[in-house]
Structure formats: C-alpha cells, structure tokens
C-alpha cells in the first residue's frame, strides 16, 4: 500500500498536468458518446422517414448535447487526477466502491447511525408541514402522509433494532405505543377530512411493496437467491382471491388465510426442483416461470379471463359490506353503524387490515433472524460449500427462504387484488418483479428498514413527481447500476444481529 | 401429417433459427468468458433495429436507389454502432464490477437493460417503428398443389447467418485474436500471466457479442418491417434458452441450440398452438435447466472449492 502511494506520488510529481492526453481522452469520450446516443436520440424515427433535432430538449435525449457534455466532464475528471489533491481524492472514493469491499469489512469500527433522532425530526417537519396544509399552502393529504410514513418506519426501525440481551429495552413500550398511533391515526385524520381517499390508497399500494419487499428480501437479500420471477407469487395470491370469489364464492377473509399456504406450495413446486442450480441459472429460471404464469394468464381466456382482468371482491367487516348497496342476505356497513355511506370506509379498512398484517410480518420476520433459520440463509449466501460441509442442507434451507418468501408475495397479492378491486395479468409482468428487486437492491440486501424506506420512496414519489413520470423506469435503471457500483450494501447496510460476548475477560 | 406442411414449418423454424443462433452467440461468448449473464444484451439487439432503421431512412434521403448498397451500408453502420454500444456497456458499468460477487453484474445488467429499454422509449417515442420492404418475393419448391414456400429473405437470412457464424469461427479458430480469446476462456488468470490483455479481449468479447446481435437486429427488421422498444425482452430470453440448450459457453452450441429452439418453436406454433408458443420456449429453457444444465454441447460445470 505505502509503496503504491510512493509509486503514485513519483509518478504524478515526474509527469506533471498533460493536458494533451487530457484533451485526447476527452475528445475520445465526447465523440463516442456522439456516435453511440446521436442516432438514437437526434434522429427521430416517423413512418419510413425521420426527423433530424439537433437541439433537442431536454439535454438527456440529445446526443450531441451529451458529448459535448461527456467531453466537458471527462476533461476535468482527467485534470483532477493529475493533481495530487484530487488524486488522493479520487482514490478515496474509490475505496468506497464495489471494487475494494475486501477491505471494507476489516473496517473495525462501524460509523454511528442517528436514526431515532433523524426521526424525530423527520417527524417534526412533517408535522410543520400538515399545519402548512392546513392553511392550504401545500397538499394537505400528502402532508399528513407523512406523518404516517414517518411513524411507520419508527415503529418498522422499533420492531427491527437488534436488541442487547439482559439490557434495558426501551422499545418494549414505545413499539406498542406507535403501533396503536400508527392504527388509530388514520382513522381519526380520515374523519377529520384530513387525509383523503386518494392518499389512503397511496399509502395501501406503498404497505403492499413494502411487503414485497420484505417477502424478496428474504429470497434474494437474505439468503442470496436472486429471484427474478417473484411477481408469480404475488400473482398467485392476486388471481386466488379473484378466482376463488368467481368459482368457489371465496370472500376475503378465507382467500387471505389460504393464499399463504397456496403460494407456498407453488413456491415449493417452483424452488424444488431450481434449487439445486447456480445462482444465475436460478434467477433466469424463476425469470422464465414468471412468465410462463403471465403468459397462461393472459391466454387462458376462458378461466382467468385472458386480458381483460377479472374483478376480485372487498374485504367485509364481520359480515358487514362495504358497498353501498349489500348483496342478497347482506348488510352494507354504513347502514348497521348508521353512518351516511362513503367509499372512504373500504379503503381505510383495507389500510388497517393491511398495517396490521406488515406489523406482524415485520416482528415475525425480525424473529426469523435471530433463529437458526434465518442464520442458515445468510450462512449459505456467504459461503455454500462450507455450509454443506457443516451439514445443512442447503436445499431444504433455501427452499424455506423460497417458500417463505412466496408466502409474503402471495398475501401481497390479495391485498392487491382487493384494493384495486379487478386485477389483470398485466400488473404482473418482468417489469413489476424488477421494481421490487429494485426496492430490495436499493434498500440494502438484507436490511429491513433500508427496503421498508426504499419500498415507500419508490412508490410514494412518482405520485409526487408525477412530471417526471416519463423518466421513472430510466432512474430506476441508473439507481441500480449506481448502487452496484458505488454502494453494493444498499442505502443502510444491514446490521447482523449479534449476541453480546461471551468471553468475560480475555486476557 | 403432410410432409410439405412440416417442410414449411422448417423453413420458417430455420429462419427463426438462425437469428436466435445470432443473437445467442452474444450471450454464451460474454457467459463464457466471464461467466456472467449479460441481460442487456437482448436490448442491444433492440437498439440496433432502430439504428437500421435510422440507417435506412437515412440512405433513402440521400436519393440512394441501389438496394444492395442501402442494405450493405445499413448492415456496416448498425454493426459499427451497435459493436461500441458492446463496447460503451462493459467499459462504464461491467468492468467496475468484474471482481465482485456474481450478484452485483447481475443486477447492474438488468439496470441497463431497463435504461436501454426506457431511453430508446423517451428519444424515439412509444410507438410501433417500420421499415419498407426492400426484398419481396418468393419461389416454391414442390408441386403446385403441395408446395414450400420459402421467402428470399428468408433464404437471406439463413445466408447471411451462416456466412457471419463462418466468420466467426474463423475468427475464434485461425487467428491471434481467437487464441487470446480462447486462452482467456480457459483461464484468465494464466493467460494474464501469460501476457495476454484479457481487460481488451472482454471488451472485444462484448464488441463481438453486439455486432453478431446488430447483424440479427438488421436481418429481423427488414424481415418483419416493424418493431418497438421491448422486442429485446423476449427475443433476449429466447436466445439466452437457445444458449443454455446447446451448452452456455459453447460457440457451436449457441448456432446449434438457436437452430433447434427455432424449429421447435415453429413447430409448436404450427402444430399445437401459436398463443402458448413463447410459454413453451420458456418451458424449454427451464427443462433444460432442470435436467441438462450443460446443454448439448456444453461441458459441466466443475465447482470449484
């Protein structure tokens, strides 16, 4: 290492700036920049003929633009490094990158992470920003969002810290406390008018990725399956619920306790026999079985209803519906409560159920860390051979992650069927497993409150920024090949849980 | 079961065939010499049907009427652009990711693709894109009534895929290129010992790799006149199952298994049914998978400890 440094300083220090290599390298990228990206982006295809844009707004899809761009960039990049200063600063943050992560985990000391704080501060501004709402000065709906989001992810960090034994937990109180404000907030914000329909269907779509999420973290982020047909399971329990209330005049309540089991028998089906295979073999392979449901979805016609979809019934309160007219034999909610009828109360109950259902996943799954199960998983995505040589069958073991994994999917799946009341099979198509393998990679392989963070800000903020909903799929390519590269580990590195020494006084 | 029924199914299957081989070919070399799944590569194939087509339109504004010279303009630009978007992708996203875990490529491959995939979308809109046809016609074989009707493109395609696979071998087999290559299949760290630039010949593997995708990117588009940003989805899996089918990593494999995959999918279209056709592509690719993880031609993977 000092005499690579040593190496390095002769080396910069002999030559000096040149800029005439610069200037070589620059015009090098610029021109292949222009070469690549000009026809695509300055020629515009229209019928047999096209249309040549040389200024072409914005700059992103003008490839003259870019080289010259590209050009500029190179160029300074290329002077940067010649000094000593941006040398030593080019190599630091080299180090950080996908390339040295040998030496990043003989990194002794981990940086202290400030999240209880950083909540509460996020908090705090979301609150500053509901009474801004309330005088009109931004969208009060989204603004109570917020709210929730933030004490949502408190209480998902609660469930999830690592836990000392035999020291105090001050989370025995405080995760019950925001589950109950996380439950009743809601409630009382809808009735106040405060968080309108819309949001609360916001918020549904961004509870049911997050268990998404959570299900796939535990295929791909904890036990290194890269699974790349996942959204099968999510259709699974999706076209459950549909068909069975069509075929079998299934409600909703019966769909969502034999979805799971459903989607882990398929999973089982799926995994058996893939399980056996390389990595990479596997996530071509669950590709490939995620589309094949897709495909028979979309052309069995007669029993699913091909592409026009089929429609999947609402969840009932006890016996009560949600309509506002009751099928035969049935009372509408509204009526027996009797409150003037809103399609608010579906979507809030959807909502609730829903919270509830990823709180207890969330524990559950939390739990399954600490068990030997879980430690299997992360044992055998490290190191397989040393696994099997310790004895585990690592068949048995990934298949439980699999099935594990489909059992979340597949509860997703109904939740989403019943929330957008019709399902069709192209909400399940590659692009959808892609998003959630983007929520996991983005997250953090591995870590939950990395992926329940990530799952909300990949859903919540195209409805924000809808101006740049154009360029939404764009952006989640670019995270994931950045991430790959600057931060392999995700936004928040998992933390494993650890168990506190055992070794009194080692001396 | 009449024979010339089967005989035109074949036809079509070879024809089909013969791309898949094509685009395979990018799949198993890139597989083959880094072991990683390039999953942008069905994209590229995507990109150059649109820069043929840009090709082509651009020929015909110049008032070129010679249609042989238009195609071998279009086929040498779409190879040239096509082969430095190989070249583009390995340099700024694969090679920073060479000496990582297998996961990481991975991912990062499917992160291009969705940006190839979306940009394309943006820069040239949504719509459906076409080309005229340029070679019309066709001849029979066989008696009137029972005939093989085979399309002068078709029997192009099939040319020109078996010259460019001709090339190819040559170009692994008879030069210096091709034993560097081989070398660095065999063992990168040897043949780096050995003093061989293996950083230059992944790229060339993915230049190689683009070019044989942007020949089957002209031949598919001037054959079917349209196209859209997501053929490379479909067309990628399907070629990366005729890869696995002859043995991921084998060169004569790739042609073989897109010969086979070809036929059988024109089979299954022509005599079960043409709305299941992709599932049972597919369901090829995971059999195989399944049962014969080397393939036709492959050799097992040996796991190393």
Redesign the interface.
Known sequence: MTTARALDAIQTQSTGIDFLHSLKEASIAGILTMVVLGPITNLVLDQYDFHFYPLREPILVNGIMLGFVVALGRLFFSLLVQTRSGHDLMQRIGRHSAVSTDTDHDRPRRKKRHIVPALTLSLLASAILATLGLTGAIHKGAAFALILVVLFVWLSYGISVPKRRGEPNSWRISVPLLFAAGFLLPIVLNQAGLLPKVWLSNLTLALIYVLLGLGLNIVVGMAGLLDLGYVAFYAVGAYFLALGAQYLEMGFWTALVLAPLLAAASGAILGFPVLRMHGDYLAIVTLGFGEIIRLVLTNWVDFTGGPNGMPAPAPTFFGLEFSRRASEGHEPFHTFFNLPYSGDYKALFIYLILFAIVAIMLRFLNRLRYMPIGRSWEALREDEVACRSLGINHVNVKLSAFMLGAVTGGVAGVFFATYQGFINPSSFNFFESVLILSIVVLGGMGSTLGIIIAALALTLLPELLRDFAAYRVLIFGLLMIMMMIWRPYGLIRPRRPTFPARVPHAQ | MDSYILGQQLVNGLTLGSIYGLIAIGYTMVYGIIG??NFAHGDVYM?SA??S???L??V??FGVQSIPFALLFTLIITMI?TG??GW?IERT?YR??R??N???????A??????L????Q????PNV????TLIDGSFRVGTPEHFVQIKYMSLMIIVISILAMGILTWLIHGTSLGRQFRATQQDRKMATILGINTTRIISMVFVIGSVMAAIAGVLVTLNYGSFDFFIG?IVG?KA??AA?LGGIGSLPGAMLGGLLLGILESLFSGYVSS??K??FS??V??LV??FK?SGLLGRP?V?K?
């Open positions: 990683m799944i990109i649109y820069i087509a840009i090709a339109a651009v015909s504004y652009i430095m978007y583009s996203v920073p990711l000496s990582t297998r996961l990481a490529p991975l991912i990062s499917i992160g291009v693709s969705l940006v995939q979306n940009y394309v943006i820069a040239q809109g894109q076409g080309v005229p989805f899996i990366f199952s696995v709305d299941y992709d599932v597919f369901s690719l995971v998978l399944i993880p993977a796991e400890v």
